[in-house]
């Protein structure tokens, strides 16, 4: 018993023999994936001017921004739990009145670390809400972030996290 898709490769193949691709139009020439035949008429044309003005559209503008944003959160407080980490090792075992200071003030930076990145998460939140409604398909918008899990993804104490939803 044949395959359907064997059959058809081997149709192809013996087509390829005969020459019949030989002479089609833009042969050895890039494909134009320009054309997209899901868009609007009228859609098509915009977004063929977007790319020909290394342009894009809004709303994929917005998911960039949205990545960076992200991106750049998590690296500022993994860089401070970092420095936090350090300051407090360097600090241990030592009992002097600036020794203390110096715990205070580490902890008071990890602490303003913790409610800015809180801050940068609910104003991506926000964007987020923002781009769900300009994009122009619906699976591709773009769930919110959640505060808690990405303090998790980023290794801060549940103590710490915490201490930063009861305020």
């Not at 064997?6 to 013996?14: A, C, T």
């Not at 342009?55 to 949205?66: F, G, Q, S």
Request: without cysteine; charged residues 35%.
């Amino acid at each position: 018993m044949v395959h359907w898709g064997e059959w058809v490769e081997q149709k192809i193949l013996e087509a390829i023999r005969r020459g019949e691709f030989d002479h089609l139009p833009g042969k050895g020439k890039p494909l134009p994936l320009e054309d997209n035949p899901y868009l609007e008429p009228g859609l098509a044309i915009a977004y063929h001017i977007l790319r020909q003005n290394d342009a894009r559209p809004d709303w994929i503008e917005a998911d960039l921004a949205i990545r960076r944003g992200i991106e750049l959160a998590r690296q500022d407080l993994q860089r401070t739990r970092r420095w936090r980490e350090e300051a407090l090792r360097t600090l241990e075992g030592r009992k002097d009145p600036q020794s203390w200071k110096e715990r205070e003030w580490v902890k008071a930076e990890w602490e303003r670390a913790l409610r800015a990145f809180a801050r940068r998460i609910a104003e991506l939140n926000e964007q987020i809400f923002l781009y769900n409604l300009k994009v122009p398909i619906y699976w591709l918008q773009r769930f919110k972030f959640d505060l808690r899990e990405e303090l998790r993804a980023l290794q801060v104490p549940e103590t710490d996290i915490q201490r930063l939803e009861t305020g």
